[in-house]
Nanobody, 122 residues
């Protein structure tokens, strides 16, 4: 099973930007749809974005779609999440996920990463 490792999280001021990366090892991402989720303690894990295998189609949660872009580089076995105009309420642990049958709303996950913390200060 492919292993996913997120990076790029950190502390940023409100209005700032971050780019998260999700790198795969032990397998290829090129035959999986990819997604990002976020999760804070005592909350449900929230779907953020999905990208198709080719990268030509993307789907976003309504709460983020004007500020966040998901992309992928299959040659680098990596998926990205560019986050702009960050708000304190974006503070969460962000996870990437892979799934050959991953739906446009983020169900049917095969593999999860360990998460990367994003903290947005006001």
């Amino acid at each position: 099973q492919v292993q996913l490792v997120e990076s790029g999280g950190g502390l940023v001021q409100a209005g700032g930007s971050l780019r998260l990366s999700c790198a795969a090892s032990g397998g290829t991402l090129s035959n999986s749809r990819m997604a990002w989720f976020r999760h804070a303690p005592v909350k449900e894990r929230d779907f953020v974005a999905v990208i198709t295998i080719s990268g030509r189609s993307t789907y976003y949660a309504d709460s983020v779609k004007d500020r966040i872009t998901i992309s992928r580089d299959n040659a680098q076995n990596t998926v990205y999440l560019q986050m702009n105009i960050l708000r304190p309420e974006d503070t969460d642990v962000y996870y990437c996920a892979a799934g050959q049958g991953l739906s446009n709303s983020g169900s049917n996950i095969d593999s999860w990463g360990q998460g990367t913390q994003v903290t947005v200060s006001s």
